[in-house]
T-cell receptor, first 117, second 112 residues
Framework: GAVVSQHPSRVICKSGTSVKIECRSL??????MFWYRQFPKQSLMLMAT?????????EQGVEKDKFLINHASLTLSTLTVTSAHPEDSSFYIC?????????????FGAGTRLSVL | DAKTTQPTSMDCAEGRAANLPCNHS???????VYWYRQIHSQGPQYIIH???NNETNEMASLIITEDRKSSTLILPHATLRDTAVYYC?????????????FGQGTELSVKP
């Protein structure tokens, strides 16, 4: 299947700092990327849908000013957790798709484990 | 959005077939059934998907009932590396961006 690369795999930061996570589609152009968050022993929760060249669409309850998403090219989307706090500590996972229809398979990155001290 | 119901957990003996059921009784005609799995602390891995016909690939087989209200994922010869959480997801219609909404999934434990 297609490869989605996510970087970094793990990050530890101090409370109040901002953290940027990158998601790249390595062998295909991704018109749509998705960002998920997963807390321990829970399922993945969709945070937002990122479309190349346009503003991200956030799920209900997700603060857009807190989680900044940029999808500047067809192979790269970034998630910036601004002014991170300990409650933002979580496993963040991105996925990428060549299209936005139900026929298009989403491929996932390996995830980024964020720990905020 | 169509919801899915899966057993919380299942065990399977190594080398035997693992049959993972999924109920999606409210599925719409244009919604696909997708299966992903997540091995501990990794991103989900795509397994297979289908609309109404049975599907098979190198990883698994997907059996969808004729009324499309349920499906079964079959891992023909389970190995210890197949231990993971398996998610059955009904893909929302295209005009909602093709989002994947994950439920709780089935935690499959393959035992020696």
């Amino acid at each position: 299947g297609a490869v989605v690369s996510q970087h970094p795999s793990r990050v530890i930061c101090k409370s109040g700092t901002s953290v940027k996570i990158e998601c790249r589609s390595l062998d295909f152009q991704a018109t749509t990327m998705f960002w998920y968050r997963q807390f321990p022993k829970q399922s993945l929760m969709l945070m937002a849908t990122s479309n190349e060249g346009s503003k991200a669409t956030y799920e209900q309850g997700v603060e857009k000013d807190k989680f900044l998403i940029n999808h500047a090219s067809l192979t790269l989307s970034t998630l910036t957790v601004t002014s991170a706090h300990p409650e933002d500590s979580s496993f963040y996972i991105c996925s990428a798709s060549q299209g936005a229809t139900a026929k298009n398979i989403q491929y996932f990155g390996a995830g980024t484990r964020l720990s905020v001290l | 959005d169509a919801k899915t119901t899966q057993p919380t957990s299942m065990d399977c003996a190594e080398g035997r077939a693992a049959n993972l059921p999924c109920n999606h009784s409210t599925i719409s005609g244009n919604e696909y059934v997708y299966w992903y799995r997540q091995i501990h602390s990794q991103g989900p891995q795509y397994i297979i998907h289908g609309l109404k016909n049975n599907e098979t690939n190198e990883m698994a087989s997907l059996i969808i009932t004729e009324d499309r209200k349920s499906s079964t994922l079959i891992l023909p010869h389970a190995t210890l590396r197949d231990t993971a959480v398996y998610y059955c997801i009904v893909r929302v219609a295209h005009n909602q961006g093709g989002k994947l909404i994950f439920g709780q999934g089935t935690e499959l434990s393959v035992k020696p």
